[in-house]
């Protein structure tokens, strides 16, 4: 989710359920070694629970960051093993360490020991060649020796060559029993399926098996499933804010964002695009916010013109019941 789950796309999620943990987007050890540490890890109080997701190889580069992102108040720090871009090769970390789950021990075990919040590996069930069920087995044994509880597992292999990073989200076949053996093999681990997970029924269907699911690009562009996940799968109540109150906020966190770090309110709202998905007049509503030709207007004018739009473009029958659920 690189580029993605960025912290205007975190508050906007948060909005929508209260209860499921948010996970950055990947960041390199080099890039919070190196660079802006409020840029990289600076994140609004209302998005926890909250994992920082880190991207490296180095065992004491991980422990620093990790060191760093509990200081900066993360909950967790989820090593990424799962990653299978080109860019992320070429620093010798993502997917490829698979291939070397002895470091990747040594790395998780230098995050443990440099702070105290958990530490959680988040990776493929294979790559590459390697996709018999003892590959992944003996990744998971291998580094669950260091104390590590909480393995999310994207239930697909990663081809490291010949597949772009879509194609190995869509190419690779699913093995979810190769995750429902984990489990079964580390009753003690906390197991979490990932890939290819888009209804509410796949992720109860999952919990028979496994303890968790993530959720990915589904729930980035269908985001108000997010709004079923606190009552169906966490014990609260039902969720009961509109999309025009969602949108109201929202409009709100652009304004503060722009006051207080002259943020553009385009860099935010392009993570909203989706709140009106499978809804009548949503492709009029999304085509005004993503306008560069209102740009220069503030994001509540941008509001009342998409709200106008969309109001128009939606049969009259329909409107009463699309802006009361």
């Not at 503030?298 to 409107?319: G, M, N, T, Y």
Request: hydrophobic share 40%.
């Amino acid at each position: 989710m690189l580029d993605w789950t960025d912290r205007h796309c975190r508050f906007f999620h948060r909005l929508l359920t209260q209860r499921a943990r948010l996970y950055t987007e990947m960041v390199t050890t080099g890039a919070i070694l190196h660079g802006d540490l409020p840029r990289h890890l600076g994140h609004d109080p209302v998005e926890h629970p909250l994992a920082l997701q880190l991207g490296g190889s180095e065992p004491s580069d991980l422990a620093a960051c990790a060191k760093l992102g509990a200081e900066w108040g993360y909950d967790e720090i989820n090593l990424n093993c799962g990653c299978p871009s080109q860019r992320v090769q070429r620093g010798a970390f993502g997917a490829c360490l698979m291939a070397e789950a002895g470091l990747v021990a040594v790395g998780v075990r230098a995050m443990q020991d440099a702070q105290p919040k958990p530490v959680s590996v988040k990776h493929r069930i294979g790559i590459d060649s390697h996709d018999e069920y003892g590959f992944v087995r003996d990744f998971v044994g291998t580094v669950a020796r260091t104390g590590c509880k909480t393995f999310i597992v994207h239930a697909r292999n990663a081809w490291l060559k010949g597949l772009s990073p879509k194609e190995n989200r869509e190419v690779p076949p699913l093995r979810y029993h190769f995750v429902y053996q984990l489990k079964r093999e580390f009753p003690d681990l906390h197991i979490a399926i990932n890939g290819g997970i888009t209804t509410s029924e796949q992720v109860r269907a999952h919990l028979v098996h496994v303890d968790g699911a993530m959720l990915g690009r589904e729930a980035y562009h269908n985001p108000w499933w997010l709004t079923e996940w606190d009552a169906a799968f966490m014990g609260a109540t039902a969720y009961t804010r509109t999309r025009e109150e969602v949108e109201g906020l929202m409009v709100d966190y652009m304004e503060a964002q722009a006051a207080a770090h002259g943020t553009h309110w385009a860099t935010i709202a392009r993570h909203m695009l989706g709140l009106r998905h499978g809804l009548p007049g949503a492709r009029k509503w999304r085509r005004i916010w993503s306008d560069h030709r209102l740009k220069q207007l503030s994001a509540r004018q941008v509001a009342e013109i998409a709200r106008k739009h969309w109001e128009a473009d939606v049969p009259a029958e329909l409107f009463a019941a699309a802006t009361s659920d």
